[in-house]
């Protein structure tokens, strides 16, 4: 009897003090579903400006397009935070000049949406890409 009463302060005092912390409580996952992969650009893509060739390393994003025809060859550097990539552009004689593009990868990472503008503001417009392979 007296540990059946024991247990039963401890349960209350439990209660009253508002439960378990829900900072140390485990919350399982939900069954079958798995965490995101981490977002990476390196692969091949067709995009709005050509077929585009990334490479990532650390948090660096690297890559060259051919736009236009005649072909204008094309380059991009810049830097990943999660989906979203900013890079700067800039094409090759005769070509458009420079400017900046930012990209966001879909949650599946199979295509990115995203803008870019010229150098100083002028012009912009749509970029987006499907992954052709990893």
């Known amino acids: 009897m007296l540990r059946r009463a024991a247990l039963l302060s401890l349960l209350l005092a439990v209660h009253l003090a508002g439960g ?11 069954f079958g579903k798995r965490a995101p992969a981490a977002a990476h650009w390196t692969g091949t893509w067709t995009s709005s400006y050509g ?13 060259t397009y051919v736009y236009s025809n005649p ?11 999660g989906r979203t990539l900013k890079v700067l552009w800039k094409e090759g004689p005769g070509g458009a000049g ?3 593009a930012v990209f966001e990868l879909s949650e599946d990472g199979k295509s990115f949406s995203g803008t870019w503008t010229g150098a100083g503001g002028g012009g912009g417009g749509v970029w987006e890409g499907t992954r052709v392979d990893e």
Do not use: I, M, N, R
């Open 20 to 30: 378990p912390s829900a900072a140390h409580a485990f919350v399982p996952p939900p």
């Open 51 to 63: 077929p585009l060739s990334l490479t990532q390393e650390g948090k660096a994003v690297t890559g």
């Open 71 to 81: 072909p204008v060859q094309g380059s991009v550097a810049g830097e990943a935070a």
């Open 98 to 100: 420079d400017g900046e």
